[in-house]
């Protein structure tokens, strides 16, 4: 998935297209490897419970999750044993995976009834949320903070997350902007917020690349998160993204760039793109 991708010509909505990819490509080690895991591993080392959780209901979803990781070779021979070694508990596994596997991930389990329920998931590098207020609940409690997102899309994405195929990963993504280039946007670091007043030095185009994946053992779902952060300086002379993203600040609704912390903020960034 491209840039250009996900700012298509059109008023801003939001966007509900996957492709479909590799497993073993999203989760495996990347040229970056070394310099991601070091933070990951300063921010679970440093607090494991703000950035990790493990409901009873995620243990097997947990191993299954794993299993895949390991038959889709996406840990080499040293991250397995990192695995085998720090794995002594259930928890100290989940934190483990977190600690060698360069995405986030996030853990849901598709219930009889029909619901589908964030159950476990290592998150170091959130954009402005926080893991310990989501986990226990249903995908629609979760995205209930976005504006207009459960009415337009909450039975696709519902659907969609219980009929996953497996075997494939299945990507998406989505965009912010930020004052920070900073991997971790924990709301509890209070990192600094766009204005009418920055620099074009001092924006950020924030990816998430996402990766979906059925786990039809525990009839669960891995999610995985890889973010992307781009300068707006660089993003400027991009012809295709620059006219997309101007789109989208010109014409996203109010309630949604309040949401995406841009509200204050739009009509600067609109004549730092211009
Ligand atoms: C399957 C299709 C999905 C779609 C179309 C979707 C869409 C979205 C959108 C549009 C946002 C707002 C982000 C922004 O524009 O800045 C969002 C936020 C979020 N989504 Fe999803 N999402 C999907 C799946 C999931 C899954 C499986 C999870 C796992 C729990 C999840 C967890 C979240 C969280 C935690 C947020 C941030 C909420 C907050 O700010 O408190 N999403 N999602």
Not at 63 to 91: K, P, V, Y
Request: glycine fraction near 8%; proline fraction near 7%; charged fraction near 25%.
């Amino acid at each position: 998935m491209t840039l250009a991708d996900l700012f298509p010509e059109e008023d801003y909505r939001f966007n509900f297209r996957f492709e479909r990819g590799s497993i073993s490509e999203f989760f495996r080690p990347t040229a970056q490897h070394d310099e991601i895991i070091e933070q990951r591993r300063f921010w679970l080392e440093r607090e494991p419970a703000k950035h990790a959780a493990l409901l009873p209901e995620g243990n097997a979803l947990l191993r299954e999750a794993i299993g895949i990781g390991q038959a889709e070779r996406t840990f080499n021979d040293e991250m397995n044993s990192a695995l085998i070694r720090g794995g002594a508990s259930e928890w100290e596994l989940c934190v483990e995976l977190g600690k060698v596997w360069e995405p986030d991930f996030l853990l849901l389990q598709c219930q009889a009834d029909g619901v589908v329920r964030l159950v476990a998931g290592c998150i170091c590098f959130p954009s402005s949320w926080s893991l310990a207020e989501k986990v226990g609940h249903p995908i629609e409690h979760i995205h209930g903070i976005v504006p207009g997102l459960n009415p337009a899309l909450g039975n696709p994405i519902q659907n969609f997350l219980s009929k996953l195929k497996p075997g494939a990963a299945w990507l998406r993504a989505n965009w912010g902007l930020s004052r920070s280039p900073e991997l971790n946007q924990h709301p509890d670091r209070k990192l600094p917020r766009l204005d009418g007043q920055m620099g074009l030095d001092e924006v950020w185009l924030r990816i998430e690349h996402q990766a979906l994946v059925g786990l039809p053992q525990t009839r669960g779902v891995l999610f995985g998160i890889r973010i992307a952060v781009h300068p707006l300086a660089e993003i400027r002379h991009d012809p295709v993204v620059r006219v997309g993203l101007l789109r989208a600040l010109e014409t996203m609704p109010e309630p949604m760039a309040f949401y995406k912390n841009i509200a204050a903020a739009r009509g600067r960034l609109i004549s730092l793109l211009e």
